[in-house]
């Protein structure tokens, strides 16, 4: 068969709008849950999980009516320590992050012990709660620039970022977490949510190390009333705030910190 | 229906009302945390990796919730266990007045009781930042039915009691325990499965010895240890008196024995051997042999003993996990090597005048244990122990050697965040060699069979 040149034309034309489709869907897909390995975490789940999260996974298992705060409930999605943009699932790095290092101020315990290949299948096990696993693909990570100098200019900057965001709206002025928006403070699920004290604990929820605390300013804390201000701080105000925030810690048994250190 | 149907049916009702809704947890812990009791127990009361992380951190899950001003009001520490049921007790070569029929004078004994093994009432926590603690209280088992393991049936006690400061200078290698707590043993005594047949090497003894330490039981003294983050590397030296001496040496410690224990657990990445963990342990004691007597030289003085004599004990341990680190089949072994000074064996003298020499055994276990679900445990445990050099001539070669099997299935019925109850199901044989007994007659042989109600609160 010869082809004529209208129709080289046609079919350059359907190539390239082919190619033009396929460069400018850049929609990341779903990663397919690994079957195998989440049979695997079932097992782990069932031994670890069921007691706080519940059989199905919603939270509700037969001891989280003790607990303060309550368990995750993964039928929604929704994870609150991730280094993905807010309102995004997190990557995998997240959730075994989250695994390992536990909830400070929550009775949710570090699980590093059961070894990494049992958290990776409880994990993905855990996808298969929700839907959304199936739907969404995991957000992009955020680049953390590299910290810059902790000095007094740049915590003198990052006071000024805690009150321009009006972070002591919830932290209170202190960041003892007796803002005087706490009575309103819910998650999603309708329990209350403190906001974190940041004068009694180093231990904070999504990490202890600078980098943590610049992630939870940039991706949020989903599920909670902690905004993501990944759009309307800039990454050397972020790097700020974390160097103001620090200053906020008190020794125990200060008289800014009298029996909070437990 | 005929009979057969009957027993279907009625085994499928029991079924129906036996199965478990719910995993579980530890009374006092799952009070405190909430967590199931299978994140800490292999299956209760055995310890998992995060169990022993979690004592060893010293009763902490270091996320700011574990100290007491943490807790609410009505939070108490306090538990207990005990199981109940049937046990059957058949010993063979029991001696009794000979007989035409029965020339020989030995009998087959059967007993079958109705009874409860014994109880636990323990209370476990923090006390402070650093500080934790446990109190064990047994009251007295007069009535107890059973005779399950050494000490059963005695009087009241503080089987346990101590307070521990961890991560003293703020390393989790050092940490310290003060008051009468367990040795760390290669599997640990106080948390076995077993109702029936004790670690025996854990309690044996050399025939005509003066030595009363038993690893297996609760010793007074001061315990440094230390382990890796999570404990995947762990060390223990226990110094301690040693227990049951009336009589104690004129020492800063009397009558000393130090137990020490290593062990280091590596994942293997595996998926059939999923675990390795070896280990090494061992004792060593000293006992006075003389003491000064009272004004009328008859009785010894309490606390004038000298002339220290030794003994010691070394052993090796490994242990095995296969198909699953959550639920895994486990392999347990470890074997230990004994000798007593021969100043320590009837005195130091036979009873033909002659001295004595030391005495020198060798034992060990092997455990094999498969928890399929978090609701099921099936066991199997052989021991051996056997001499090989009596301290005195008065004792033929095979005395006191020690042979023992079992079997156990526990089905966990109830596991809830509150309480425990596990169906326990026990069947064991062991034998002593004894002296004595006609030529032809085996050594006594002891079958117990124990079906029992383990619950804990």
Request: some cysteine; charged content about 15%; glycine content about 10%.
């Amino acid at each position: 068969m010869t082809l004529h040149r209208p129709q080289i034309a046609a079919l350059l034309g359907i190539a390239g709008l082919a190619l033009l489709t396929g460069a400018t869907d850049t929609t990341p897909k779903p990663v397919p849950i690994d079957q195998a390995l989440a049979r695997k975490g079932e097992a782990v789940y069932t031994r670890n999980c069921v007691s706080c999260h519940g059989e199905l996974g919603d939270g509700r298992g037969y001891s989280a009516q003790w607990l303060e705060p309550r368990p995750r409930d993964f039928t929604s999605g929704v994870f609150k320590c991730r280094s993905t943009p807010s309102g995004t699932l997190p990557v995998n790095e997240d959730l075994l992050r989250t695994l390992n290092v536990g909830f400070f101020h929550t009775y949710m315990p570090p699980w590093a012990v059961l070894g990494e290949p049992s958290l990776r299948a409880v994990i993905e096990y855990i996808k298969t709660f929700s839907p959304k696993w199936k739907e969404e693909a995991p957000g992009t990570p955020i680049v953390i620039p590299p910290e810059p100098a902790d000095d007094e200019a740049s915590r003198k900057r990052g006071a000024l970022v805690w009150k321009n965001n009006q972070c002591e709206k919830c932290h209170g002025p202190n960041g003892k977490g007796d803002g005087p928006a706490v009575p309103t403070l819910r998650d999603d699920w309708g329990f209350p949510d403190p906001p974190f004290n940041f004068v009694a604990s180093p231990n904070r929820k999504c990490g202890n190390t600078n980098a943590d605390l610049y992630r939870t300013f940039m991706t949020g804390v989903n599920g909670s009333p902690m905004p993501s201000f990944g759009d309307s701080i800039s990454p050397q105000e972020a790097w700020d705030l974390v160097h103001y925030i620090l200053t906020l810690r008190q020794p125990a048994g200060s008289e800014y910190n009298i029996a909070v250190h437990y | 229906m005929g009979s057969r149907g009957s027993l279907v049916a009625v085994l499928v009702a029991l079924g129906a009302v036996l199965l478990p809704t719910s995993a579980g947890a530890i009374p006092a812990f799952a009070r405190k945390y909430g967590v199931a009791c299978s994140v800490c127990h292999t299956n209760w009361p055995r310890l998992n990796r995060f169990g022993i992380e979690f004592r060893d951190n010293g009763y902490r899950m270091n996320r700011e919730r574990d100290n007491p001003v943490t807790q609410p009001g009505t939070y108490w520490p306090l538990a207990f266990r005990t199981t109940v049921g049937y046990q059957y007790l058949a010993q063979t070569d029991v001696p009794v007045q000979p007989t035409a029929s029965n020339p020989n004078g030995l009998t087959t004994t059967q007993t079958g009781t109705f009874g409860f093994a014994g109880l636990d009432i323990l209370t476990a926590g923090t006390l402070g930042e650093q500080i934790n603690f446990l109190v064990v209280y047994t009251p007295s088992l007069a009535g107890a039915g059973f005779q399950t393991s050494p000490g059963a049936i005695e009087d009241s006690d503080l089987e346990s009691a101590w307070v521990g400061f961890t991560r003293l200078f703020g390393t989790p290698f050092l940490n310290v325990r003060v008051g009468k707590a367990s040795p760390d043993l290669p599997v640990d005594e106080h948390r076995t499965y077993w109702l029936t047949v004790p670690h025996q090497i854990y309690f044996f003894q050399a025939q005509g010895t003066a030595v009363t330490y038993s690893p297996g039981d609760n010793q007074a003294g001061v315990e440094v240890y230390g382990h890796s983050e999570l404990s995947n590397f762990r060390y223990s030296v226990q110094l301690a008196n040693e227990g049951g001496q009336p009589l104690f040496s004129a020492n800063w410690v009397s009558n000393p024995v130090l137990w020490g224990h290593v062990q280091y657990f590596h994942l293997t990445g595996n998926d059939f051997l999923v675990s390795i963990e070896p280990g090494v342990f061992g004792a060593a004691g000293w006992q006075a042999t003389r003491y000064l007597n009272d004004p009328t030289g008859t009785a010894p003085v309490s606390g004038t003993g000298y002339s220290m004599q030794n003994y010691y004990r070394i052993g090796g341990e490994l242990h095995f996990q296969f198909l699953s680190a959550v639920n895994p089949l486990t392999l347990d072994g470890a074997v230990m090597f004994g000798s007593d000074s021969s100043a320590l064996i009837n005195g130091g003298f036979n009873s033909d005048g002659t001295p004595t020499q030391s005495a020198q055994w060798m034992g060990g276990f092997a455990e094999l244990t498969w928890t399929p679900s978090p609701f099921l445990t099936l066991g199997f445990m052989y021991q051996r122990i056997a001499t090989l050099q009596q301290g005195s001539t008065d004792f033929s070669h095979a005395i006191g050697d020690y042979d023992s099997w079992g079997l156990l299935v526990r089905y966990y019925i109830e596991l809830t965040s509150r309480a425990g109850v596990a169906l326990h199901a026990e069947f064991s044989q062991a034998a002593t060699t004894t002296g004595g007994l006609p030529s032809g007659v085996g050594p006594p042989q002891g079958t117990t069979l124990l079906l029992g109600i383990d619950f804990a609160y």
